[in-house]
């Protein structure tokens, strides 16, 4: 199997607590395998988003990139990665398709060929999206079971998170460049309020 050039990889972490690395080295012996070295990659895309959030800059440059024609393969560790939304998942899907992209999948090896099948497509196209929207269902309802089991048990929430020297420094170059408050929180992995408070502790927010 051949991979139409120009191929994009792109790589996503919910938090900044997770690491990338399992991803790249899946996708870099996944490529090996197939004649490919990871230098030779046209584009690559890597957020630090959850998969719920769909303004991720490298997923829009990505999404860019389809709508354009500027690629033909794109290559995940699993389809999950692009979007645990179902509507933004089907649609982007969809787009890729009607434009001659082909998605590989790591980890659901078989999609490329179901996707190419009209009538496999639209069936893997429908699961999947159901499929990764329960597990994010399943997986916030463990996360409140779990704080709730915390709370009566009395264990204290909510443990402090402290950024290292070259993440405030990176922190207050985002707040300069006028990024969001909201996407500089999502970007460390920690609260609103916990980056208003090291702006502050660090004289550099004007509230």
Request: aromatic share 10%; charged share 40%.
């Amino acid at each position: 199997m051949k991979l139409e050039r120009p191929i994009a990889v792109y790589i996503r972490v919910s938090t900044r607590k997770q690491e990338t690395e399992n991803q790249i080295i899946s996708i870099r012996e996944w490529l090996k395998v197939r004649g490919l070295n990871w230098d030779e990659i046209d584009y690559k895309f890597e957020d630090v988003e959850t998969g719920k959030e769909d303004r991720r800059p490298g997923f829009q440059e990505l999404w860019k990139l389809v709508k354009e024609e500027r690629v033909k393969s794109i290559v995940v560790f699993e389809v999950s990665r692009l979007s645990r939304r179902q509507r933004t998942l089907i649609n982007f899907l969809y787009d890729s398709i009607d434009r001659g992209v082909t998605i590989y999948s790591v980890k659901e090896s078989y999609l490329s060929d179901w996707l190419r099948d009209p009538k496999g497509r639209t069936i893997i196209v429908g699961l999947l999206s159901i499929l990764y929207d329960l597990e994010r269902q399943l997986i916030s309802e463990r996360t409140k079971a779990g704080l709730e089991r915390a709370r009566k048990e009395g264990k204290k929430l909510g443990r402090r998170f402290k950024l290292s020297k070259s993440e405030e420094k990176e922190l207050v170059r985002l707040y300069k460049e006028g990024v969001p408050i909201r996407r500089i929180a999502r970007r460390f992995g920690v609260s609103r309020q916990t980056v208003y408070n090291y702006l502050k502790r660090m004289g550099k927010s004007d509230s």
